[in-house]
């Protein structure tokens, strides 16, 4: 059973969430990305929580700036250096004596756990990453792809003063959109209980999710914005030493395929899965395909 819990952070910062299973075991932890929420991962908290399934004490926050998390007004808060501290801090709290069994992450929730297993490897034992860009890969392809620096052009609409206003527009239109990867339907798995869902997370305001665009530095270069092409990413900020399986949806149309190439160097245990016909919301769109590659990969030495 799936339940809420809020947790105080030394460092003056609350994050609300969703767990599910025994706080005495082993820890899983998932980090979603934008315009989400903790409840996209429901269905692997309430799997992997159950005997059978290995019996972890599995927690979905929602990261600062999200639903009923601490959310910062100004956008320096949300600066790599404070989501990271965050999730160490969360992880010091869930595991006082050791690291969580796994960190599974998407979207910004994988740009903050990149940061964290570089920073402090120690408090993951593996990293499963989906589509969310390893960030030395996202400056270069930023910096030297065409296609990639259009692709991420949206960035730069999130990044405007009004952008919380423009996206609550027409009962979050704008925001619905960001699901499908045409003009035409939306995808089945937007249902009117999931659009519902949404809609009350994001009727808590915006603010503290588009400062996630308005912090980065890794944004694509425009006319009197030199954005990524300013930034260098020495190979110390770039080494991942945990285990990392990487779940890619192949249909991303905002993170393309070339993300992946020359991860090798800078991840020694790496496990790219390519996963055809799937979005950017693989999580929603094949919730047993992620039950799978997580349970192989919990599985593997």
Not at 123 to 132: C, V
């Amino acid at each position: 059973m799936v339940s809420t819990r809020s947790i105080s952070l030394p460092h003056g910062i609350t994050l609300d969430g969703r767990v599910s299973g025994d706080p005495a075991r082993p820890v899983l932890l998932f980090l979603h990305g934008f315009p989400e929420g903790a409840f996209i991962w429901d269905a692997q908290l309430a799997h992997f929580s159950q005997p059978e399934h290995g019996g972890y004490y599995c927690v979905a926050p929602y990261l600062r700036g999200f639903g009923a998390s601490s959310s910062p007004l100004d956008a320096e808060a949300y600066r790599p250096r404070h989501l990271v501290q965050d999730i160490d801090a969360l992880i010091a709290v869930l595991c006082p004596n050791g690291a969580v069994e796994c960190l599974v992450a998407h979207d910004w929730g994988g740009a903050v756990a990149w940061n964290l297993a570089n920073q402090q490897p120690e408090r993951m034992r593996r990293l499963m990453i989906i589509n969310s860009p390893h960030p030395g890969a996202f400056v270069r392809e930023l910096q030297r792809n065409p296609a990639q620096q259009a692709a991420s052009q949206y960035m730069h609409f999130l990044r405007r003063d009004d952008a919380e206003t423009l996206l609550a527009e027409d009962d979050f239109h704008r925001l619905f959109g960001f699901f499908s990867n045409t003009a035409s339907e939306p995808p089945a798995w937007l249902t009117d209980e999931v659009r519902a869902k949404y809609r009350a997370l994001w009727q808590q305001g915006l603010h503290g999710a588009c400062n996630y665009y308005r912090a980065t530095p890794l944004r694509p270069p425009r006319e009197g914005d030199p954005g990524a092409q300013a930034v260098q990413m020495p190979g110390s900020m770039c080494t991942i030493e945990v285990p990392t399986r990487l779940l890619w949806g192949m249909d991303d149309f905002a993170l393309l395929p070339g993300l992946l190439d020359g991860l090798e160097a800078w991840i020694a245990d790496l496990d790219i899965r390519r996963i055809p016909d799937a979005s950017h919301w693989l999580v929603h769109e094949q919730p047993g395909c992620v039950h799978a590659e997580l349970a192989d990969f919990l599985q593997s030495k």
